[in-house]
């Protein structure tokens, strides 16, 4: 063996490594460099364009709390991070609740078509399935008709989620959401978010009338959304707008601890409101006209998201 080694060192000698060129060798460091930033010129082109993308879909939901801009895109994704990954799936329901629902236990009729297309989460909208105006219109009305005849438990004020058109709201919070507020309806889609009892919540998502907020799992989610807050989506025909009514009064049921008694419908007189952001937006801005657009309505699911990131960053 050692013979053999020796006849191979004089048929193939070694080649003596040039000063120069270990003189000339590129540090580590330097290599990586170079090849670190060839990688992000090379990704740069298709991720700016991706990014774009993103943002103009971000832009076409409409103004909201957060900023219109670069900046506000950057925070909704961001809490994309916290987003749940499936909202069609109910939420757990919580032992010792003091209450089974307010919904019927035998459930609601169910939808008689496919979930519509939801995207977003701040703002959050239905983007197909929309109803025709005078569907709409019947819809705010009602909630306005609810209102009126329970005055003593109920107001229309502006939407302390969406910050620019009326919501619903109870005088008597038990628990807990945005000044009491229990449903306020989109101008642009027809849609709603609501409050629920978790167990009437998995009765709606299972009938497949809605699905959760992408950010109502609770724990530190708590400071945007509620844990029972959900998308109702938008009602179609007459009889659609009687059921989602039925929804809307097990919220208020939810978010004031006690159903609504019918007995009570009319007994009060209503109480006059003296807000002057109501009045500005009950004079038309905010209802379904001919003249209303997306712009002027539309805000996201809470104006403190840009806030609210900023502490935890």
């Not at 060798?25 to 740069?44: I, K, R």
Request: glycine share 8%; net charge neutral; aromatic share 8%.
């Amino acid at each position: 063996m050692a013979t053999a080694q020796l006849l191979s060192s004089f048929i193939y000698p070694p080649i003596p490594s040039s000063p120069s060129s270990s003189a000339n060798q590129v540090p580590p460091f330097f290599a990586f460099t170079y090849n670190y930033l060839c990688a992000v010129v090379l990704l740069l082109p298709p991720l700016a364009y991706l990014t774009y993308k993103d943002y103009r879909s971000f832009l076409s939901l409409g103004p909201g709390g957060t900023p219109y801009n670069f900046y506000g895109y950057c925070i909704i994704t961001s809490l994309r991070l916290l987003a749940l990954r499936n909202p069609r799936v109910p939420g757990p329901v919580p032992e010792g609740l003091g209450h089974n629902g307010y919904l019927p236990k035998s459930g609601i009729a169910k939808r008689d078509s496919s979930r519509p297309i939801v995207i977003g989460i701040a703002p959050h909208r239905q983007m197909n399935q929309r109803p025709r105006r005078e569907i709409f219109n019947l819809l705010s009305s009602s909630l306005q008709n609810l209102a009126d005849d329970y005055p003593r438990r109920l107001r229309i004020a502006i939407s302390c989620f969406e910050k620019h058109c009326p919501g619903l709201f109870s005088r008597k919070q038990v628990n807990k959401t945005c000044n009491g507020e229990i449903v306020h309806a989109h101008l642009s889609d027809g849609s709603m978010h609501m409050t629920l009892h978790p167990a009437d919540a998995k009765i709606v998502i299972e009938a497949g009338w809605g699905e959760r907020h992408p950010l109502a799992r609770g724990g530190w989610c708590r400071r945007f959304v509620p844990v029972g807050f959900v998308m109702i989506y938008a009602p179609r025909t007459e009889e659609e707008v009687g059921l989602v009514l039925e929804i809307v009064k097990a919220g208020i049921g939810w978010v004031s601890g006690e159903p609504l008694d019918e007995s009570e419908a009319g007994l009060y007189p209503k109480e006059l409101e003296t807000n002057d952001d109501l009045s500005r937006c009950d004079s038309g801005r905010c209802h379904a006209n001919a003249t209303s657009t997306i712009e002027d309505c539309e805000s996201d699911v809470v104006q403190n998201v840009a806030n609210a990131v900023m502490e935890v960053a």
